[in-house]
């Protein structure tokens, strides 16, 4: 049988560090050959060899309402016939703009970037230079892309010495570190929702302890929405939750799958960024047209579908179904989930922080991830990463995707 992925795996080893151009995609953590996809239509995707698979990928987040969907196609292919890049404002970006500070409750002006990463990296800049302090403050296994400081065991070098590490939904560990350093801190940075560890949800008072916190020692509140942006809630996880940070950076959603990030925050502190206040940012792609017509398209779309309730639904119905085709085929397995995302961590405990999460059975889940991609099921290749659900699965695609479990797991069970 034909298999083009290898083939070109290999042609890509010799031209790309590790064959790919993000580490996860190259299936180290699940062991194999990465799939290399040629198109993708709805809640399916199709490898270059014509193979379809039920994909829970979703682009790593971001097509909420799947691949290829008609209105942002056409929104694109219009857009594409007056230019790829002007390097110059355009009405777009305003239209965009105007639609994340009507949404995003913390978010009075926003500035266009071009990835999650840049967008954290601009947010921690401004946090810097507004407060004048050097330390920030993030919670271990949270992630906020590949900054210096950020990473902290993965090459920061000097940089992780003005980090300061704490456990996710522990307030104690988050007032100590805040009453020895308090006075030095220029921002604590979270996901809401931890969704790069695995789905981990905040604990009751936890937002609410980093919130009262921050405003105490006159530090402010970042809050990661990368990935629960426009996806848990249209006005993300602050508005679903009632927690108003200072900052909050945006990405995946808010470009429709194309290149994008975002940040913003109150307009006092927006309006210390260049070119109205001294603090410096630019990007020669900001803004770019494309990305800002599949973002317009995407949010204008969601607004008017409102998936949400739907979502949520669905996404319930396949983390009951893993869990008890894991309780059938005695396998210990903890399902977490918020709104549209879940992780199956094989784990038979809870999992609320980092520590726990890394408890779980790596090589149980490979075996199982690839036995459901043996079946037509495309799950994220990795334990520590979070499966997303679309608008266009259906009840139909979750009951298959379940009874493709109840397989894997009594495979695993021997």
Partial sequence: MSN?????????????????????RAFKAVGGMPLFIARGKGSRV????????????????????????????????????????????????????????????????????????????????????ATGRDLIVKAEGCYHGHVDGLLISAGSGPA??????????????????????????????????????GVVAPAPGYLEAARRITKEQGSLLIFDEVITGFRVAYGGAQE??????????????????????????????????????????????????????????????????????????????????????????????TVNRFASMLTPFFNGSAVNDFASASKSDRHSYSVFFHRMLEQGIYLPPAQYEATFLSAAHTVEDVDRTVDAAVHALRELAG
């Fill in 160 to 197: 992780a010495a003005q980090t300061l590490l704490v456990p996710y939904n522990n307030v104690s560990s988050l007032q100590r570190v805040f009453d020895e350093s308090g006075s030095r801190i220029a921002a604590l940075i979270l996901e809401p929702v931890a969704a790069n560890m």
């Fill in 240 to 333: 679903r939750f009632g927690v108003v940070p200072d900052l909050t950076t945006l990405g995946k959603i808010v470009g429709g799958g194309l290149p994008v990030g975002a940040y913003g925050g109150r307009a006092d502190l927006m309006d210390r960024m260049a070119p109205v206040g001294p603090i410096y940012q630019a990007g020669t792609l900001s803004g770019n047209p494309l990305a800002m017509t599949a973002g317009l398209a995407t949010l204008r779309a969601l607004k008017k579908l409102n998936p949400y309730a739907r979502l949520e639904s669905l996404c319930r119905r396949l983390a009951e179904g893993l869990s008890a085709a894991a309780r059938d085929a005695r396998v210990p397995l």
């Fill in 4 to 24: 083009r992925s290898h083939d070109l795996f290999e042609q890509a080893l010799g031209l790309i560090p590790g064959g790919v151009n993000s580490p996860v």
């Fill in 46 to 129: 199709w490898d270059v060899d014509g193979r379809e698979y039920l994909d829970y990928l979703g682009s790593w987040g971001p097509l909420i309402l799947g691949h290829a969907r008609e209105e942002i196609v056409a929104a694109l292919r219009e857009a594409l016939e007056f230019g790829t890049s002007f390097g110059a404002p355009t009405q777009t970006e305003v239209e965009l703009a105007r639609e994340v500070v009507e949404a995003v409750p913390s978010v009075e002006k926003v500035r266009m970037v071009n990835s999650g990463t840049e967008a954290t990296l601009s947010a921690l800049r401004l946090a810097r230079g």
